[in-house]
């Protein structure tokens, strides 16, 4: 379990079951805590230097999440939702989440889980056709999940909802807490795998390469649909050998059932104005992503490949994947 350096709570978790687990387990542990009126400004988090984002990271806020509002998706999931938690206490150096939130990526978790739950279930029970919810798009459930259980709550309280599936990315492997319990199908799992020198030298705090293969032959077997999203793909030096590589290391160490199985997302990296300030303040031994020869702008502040770098590289990893993973399908390539 995530221990922090301090807590940020509002005063109404005490409302809730969970609000007061947390506060009871973190009260115990003598962690210094301070009450906040909202979670979206914390002003002494707000004027914190970038230099101090890793350190940041260490502070957990526990909160009640107001907005719910529902974004349409057409990937994957047919809507994105926001659930139980955003932000992170890894530290990927192009999280999408830093560039929204600026050095406000930290952990949030958000106690009011009955509410956002049942929201889901009702969108689902009404709809025409079994929709799909991403209720991971702003968080890595499968971390949150070793401090609140929520994951393993949400599959106990979805399971046997007439419609509806849920889906949600992670980059971590402790998935043993639900490998046994029973989810009727109802869950969709995508690990996130990247070459291991990306991991090192890029995804900070996150599980090694060969932990999170292992962790996809555990969901496999535990009757779960998994896919595995290639991303972010990072055009670095040596980038063609590196995903080579992993693709290889895929073949020799996933099971035979999840080779058969699984589905692939394949996702480009995005970079933007922010990520490159903080990261050259909080990181300033990391390695470089903004490439201004091989990136353009992309929107206010924001970075992506150039069109023919790009489509070159798609072709040549379309190439990989049709030599070492023919049969599986592609979801999408972006």
């Given at each position: 379990?995530f221990?922090p350096?301090?807590?940020?709570?509002?005063e109404?978790?005490?409302?809730?079951?969970?609000?007061?687990?947390?506060?009871n387990?973190?009260?115990?542990?003598?962690?210094p805590?301070?009450?906040?009126?909202?979670?979206?400004?914390?002003?002494?988090?707000?004027?914190?230097?970038?230099k101090?984002?890793?350190?940041m990271?260490?502070?957990?806020?526990?909160?009640t999440?107001?907005?719910?509002?529902?974004?349409?998706?057409?990937?994957?999931?047919?809507?994105?939702?926001?659930?139980?938690?955003?932000?992170?206490i890894?530290?990927?150096?192009?999280?999408?989440?830093?560039?929204?939130?600026?050095?406000?990526?930290?952990?949030?978790?958000?106690?009011?889980?009955?509410?956002?739950?049942?929201?889901?279930?009702?969108?689902?029970?009404?709809?025409?056709?079994?929709?799909?919810?991403?209720?991971?798009?702003?968080?890595?459930?499968?971390?949150?999940?070793?401090?609140t259980?929520?994951?393993?709550?949400?599959?106990?309280?979805?399971?046997?909802?007439?419609?509806?599936k849920?889906?949600?990315?992670?980059?971590f492997?402790?998935?043993?807490?639900?490998?046994?319990?029973?989810?009727n199908?109802?869950?969709?799992?995508?690990?996130?795998?990247?070459?291991e020198?990306?991991?090192?030298?890029?995804?900070?705090?996150?599980?090694?390469?060969?932990?999170?293969?292992?962790?996809?032959?555990?969901?496999?077997?535990?009757?779960?649909?998994?896919?595995?999203?290639?991303?972010?793909?990072?055009?670095?030096?040596n980038?063609?050998?590196?995903?080579?590589?992993?693709?290889?290391?895929?073949?020799?160490?996933?099971?035979?059932?999840?080779?058969?199985?699984v589905?692939?997302?394949?996702?480009?990296?995005?970079y933007?104005?922010?990520?490159?300030a903080?990261?050259?303040?909080?990181?300033?031994?990391?390695?470089?992503l903004?490439n201004?020869?091989?990136?353009?702008g992309?929107?206010?502040?924001?970075?992506?490949?150039?069109?023919?770098?790009?489509?070159e590289?798609?072709?040549?990893l379309l190439?990989?994947?049709?030599?070492?993973?023919p049969?599986?399908?592609?979801?999408?390539?972006?």
């Amino acid at each position: 379990m995530f221990i922090p350096d301090a807590i940020f709570y509002e005063e109404n978790i005490k409302e809730y079951e969970l609000g007061k687990r947390l506060l009871n387990i973190y009260e115990k542990q003598k962690i210094p805590m301070s009450i906040i009126e909202n979670h979206n400004n914390i002003e002494e988090m707000r004027k914190k230097e970038n230099k101090e984002f890793p350190k940041m990271k260490k502070n957990l806020i526990i909160a009640t999440r107001k907005t719910h509002k529902y974004t349409e998706n057409h990937k994957v999931s047919d809507y994105l939702v926001p659930y139980t938690s955003s932000g992170c206490i890894a530290m990927c150096m192009y999280c999408y989440l830093v560039c929204n939130y600026n050095k406000c990526a930290y952990l949030r978790l958000f106690v009011n889980r009955e509410y956002m739950l049942d929201k889901i279930k009702k969108t689902a029970n009404k709809a025409d056709k079994d929709l799909v919810f991403e209720i991971g798009s702003n968080s890595d459930l499968i971390l949150e999940n070793t401090i609140t259980g929520n994951l393993e709550w949400t599959i106990e309280n979805f399971k046997d909802n007439p419609k509806g599936k849920l889906t949600f990315p992670t980059k971590f492997d402790m998935v043993d807490s639900i490998l046994d319990l029973e989810h009727n199908g109802k869950i969709i799992v995508r690990m996130s795998l990247n070459p291991e020198e990306i991991i090192n030298k890029v995804e900070f705090g996150t599980s090694r390469l060969k932990n999170r293969i292992q962790a996809i032959n555990k969901l496999v077997e535990a009757g779960y649909t998994v896919g595995i999203l290639i991303a972010p793909i990072i055009l670095v030096d040596n980038w063609k050998t590196l995903y080579e590589e992993l693709l290889k290391q895929m073949v020799q160490e996933l099971s035979s059932k999840a080779k058969k199985e699984v589905f692939f997302e394949l996702i480009f990296m995005t970079y933007s104005y922010v990520h490159n300030a903080i990261n050259h303040e909080a990181f300033p031994n990391a390695i470089e992503l903004y490439n201004k020869e091989q990136m353009t702008g992309r929107g206010r502040g924001k970075y992506a490949y150039k069109n023919a770098i790009k489509e070159e590289a798609k072709t040549y990893l379309l190439d990989l994947m049709k030599k070492y993973f023919p049969h599986n399908e592609i979801k999408y390539i972006v």
